[in-house]
């Protein structure tokens, strides 16, 4: 509050208030309540009242062209995490060592006695640094939430309480058992693992003298049942008694009436071609039926192959177009590789992209209204993070991701970008291994039919692209109404 309205307006003040009311009085002054002032008034202010000697302001960015630096990697270090929870249910101290290769080695320790968050900071400091002499660690980084603990081993600040001399005094000692050793601070939301084991370890009950094995955590990008396949116990795929029946009208042994007329509406969905079994489905396509063997490497292909993103392409239906760059990336890739240059055509969808060392603005020209190739970078980059195995690989994946991307169908045209551009679907490796109908029925083919066969699929070509601009102007309509 503006203290001379509080003197001016308020009815009812104390003495020293009052007395300064009073000395104010005899000036005759009058508060007035300050208006806003638009800057256009400023402006003109500023230009009336123009300095002789003026000197204009140098907006130029030294080293414009440097988009990011870099911190060197030390070769050799280890690196080791701390943090402490002290609740109602216990105190604890958690630590996690990571080796050069990204090897993690989680500690977790209750401790069974009255101490403050300061000294439990302390506890997992030691009860990780002790762990980390026991490994024979030369050079170790060490990185902690809590600033005190940092600062008062850095030396930084003094230790003026009583009870924390002892374990600062300690682990100095420990730290000279290192050949170097650096401690550094860092926020909660980087220390979240450090925190989750001190917490595990304050509320769980433990007895004295009990050992717990190492927790081991996997990473899963599927829920359970998605693999789900039932053994097959007499070495015959599920199908084989559907199979029989069809083939030699045979039904399976011990079948009662029921189970005979169900078997009979059952089998009515099925079509058999040579040894191939297929199913009907809900619009006449025909289903091959798969064995266990066929089924997990169809599954693995599907959730873990080059169509992996197929499983998620509604995620990815916002699309893009024109060019745009992806990067800087870091880390970068082990080619040294950190930009990603992205084109698309406007219509067919037909992505291309490659990865870069450098990039000038010379080289990418971004159009207006660009919104569009930014959400497309997303979903790329969703798509090489899927398929990565270590950080630094992502370039050799970038063409699996690309073909994974033009063999799916896009929610606006109704079709695949390849498609709309050779005039036919693409073969997917597992249609090979296990043919599927249109590879068996090709596979029949001469070569003059099969050249036939492909010279009447480029003259379609057209009605098929036709057919995809329909299905875009029908869908930019759907989503105005949408909107509307």
Not at 59 to 64: I, K
Not at 429 to 450: A, D, K, Y
């Amino acid at each position: 509050m503006d203290p001379l309205k509080y003197i001016f307006e308020k009815p009812y003040m104390s003495s020293r208030i009052a007395r300064w009311q009073v000395l104010l009085a005899e000036y005759d002054i009058i508060y007035m309540t300050r208006k806003s002032v638009k800057g256009s008034k400023i402006a003109d202010h500023l230009a009336n009242n123009a300095i002789e000697d003026y000197e204009p302001l140098n907006f130029d960015f030294l080293d414009e062209d440097v988009l990011v630096m870099e911190k060197e990697e030390k070769s050799g270090w280890w690196a080791m995490y701390f943090d402490s929870a002290v609740n109602v249910s216990g105190n604890g101290a958690g630590a996690v060592i990571i080796s050069p290769e990204g090897k993690q080695y989680p500690i977790s320790v209750k401790l069974h006695f009255s101490c403050t968050n300061n000294t439990a900071e302390y506890e997992a400091c030691i009860h990780g640094l002790e762990a980390a002499s026991k490994m024979k660690v030369g050079k170790l980084e060490v990185y902690g939430d809590s600033m005190l603990t940092i600062c008062q081993v850095k030396g930084e600040w003094q230790t003026r309480d009583e009870k924390l001399r002892p374990y600062q005094e300690y682990l100095s000692k420990l730290a000279e058992s290192f050949d170097e050793i650096e401690f550094a601070h860092l926020g909660r939301d980087k220390n979240q693992f450090a925190n989750a084991l001190a917490t595990l370890a304050s509320m769980a009950i433990i007895d004295c003298g009990a050992k717990i094995q190492p927790v081991s955590i996997k990473i899963r990008n599927s829920p359970s049942h998605c693999c789900l396949i039932e053994e097959e116990t007499d070495n015959d795929p599920w199908y084989t008694d559907i199979k029989r029946f069809i083939q030699h009208q045979e039904y399976p042994s011990g079948a009662s009436k029921i189970d005979k007329r169900t078997f009979r509406r059952m089998a009515m969905k099925y079509y058999i071609d040579g040894e191939i079994l297929y199913k009907r489905s809900f619009d006449g396509t025909l289903l091959r039926c798969l064995g266990d063997l066929e089924a997990n490497k169809a599954l693995q292909e599907v959730h873990g192959g080059i169509c992996a993103t197929h499983a998620n392409r509604h995620m990815m239906a916002r699309q893009l177009q024109r060019a745009d760059v992806i990067g800087p990336i870091n880390p970068k890739a082990s080619n040294g590789h950190r930009f990603i240059l992205v084109a698309i055509d406007y219509f067919t969808k037909w992505v291309e992209a490659c990865s870069y060392a450098h990039l000038t603005q010379k080289v990418v020209k971004r159009p207006k209204m660009n919104g569009a190739v930014e959400a497309a970078n997303k979903n790329i980059k969703k798509i090489v993070q899927k398929m990565v195995i270590t950080y630094k690989d992502w370039h050799d994946w970038l063409s699996y991701a690309l073909h994974a991307y033009r063999i799916a169908v896009r929610t606006s045209t109704g079709a695949t970008p390849y498609s709309l551009v050779y005039g036919m679907e693409a073969v997917v490796p597992l249609e090979v291994e296990i043919p599927s109908l249109r590879v068996l029925m090709e596979s029949g083919l001469e070569e003059t039919e099969w050249v036939k066969i492909r010279y009447e699929q480029l003259n379609m070509i057209s009605e098929r692209r036709l057919a995809a601009i329909c299905h875009h102007q029908l869908y930019q309509r759907r989503v105005a109404k949408a909107y509307e």
